[in-house]
């Protein structure tokens, strides 16, 4: 395995949402830039909905990883920016689909606003995909 996924007993358990290390042995990386909920419309879908717009990006992320022979399954790092951490928990429910076990390594911040004023939020992932 190219990925191994670890949470080391020398460290406080995670909430099952993150794990803490991804080591990735060998192989190419993808960075994918920040992606919002950008419609093929090229305008924000549904502004203040959380949910629909994190099924967007979560699509969106799907599309570019694919584009690159990769899947969800080779995320070994999630960064999210939300505009309302009291919110969430309303991401979390989609981004969970997307990563049934093993989740990746992640980090979640709040900023005062994202550079499209109805974006609620930005997520972008860094992939070690099967080398092609």
């Known amino acids: 395995m190219r990925v191994a996924i670890d949470n080391p007993s020398t460290v406080p358990a995670t909430n099952g949402f993150y794990s803490h290390v991804a080591h990735v042995t060998a192989g190419p990386l993808l960075f994918l830039s920040g992606q919002v909920a950008f419609g093929d419309d090229g305008e ?6 959380m949910t629909r717009q994190s099924e967007v990006v ?68 860094v992939a070690a995909p099967p080398a092609s």
């Open 44 to 49: 924000i879908d549904r502004p203040g909905d």
């Open 58 to 125: 979560m699509s969106l992320i799907e599309r570019l990883l694919a584009a690159h022979g990769a899947t969800f399954a080779d995320v070994v790092n999630v960064r999210t920016f939300v505009t309302d951490l009291s919110r969430v928990r309303e991401y979390g429910e989609v981004r969970n689909r997307y990563f049934p076990k093993d989740p990746p390594t992640s980090t979640t911040v709040e900023v005062s606003k994202l550079f499209h004023p109805d974006a609620l939020l930005e997520v972008e992932v």
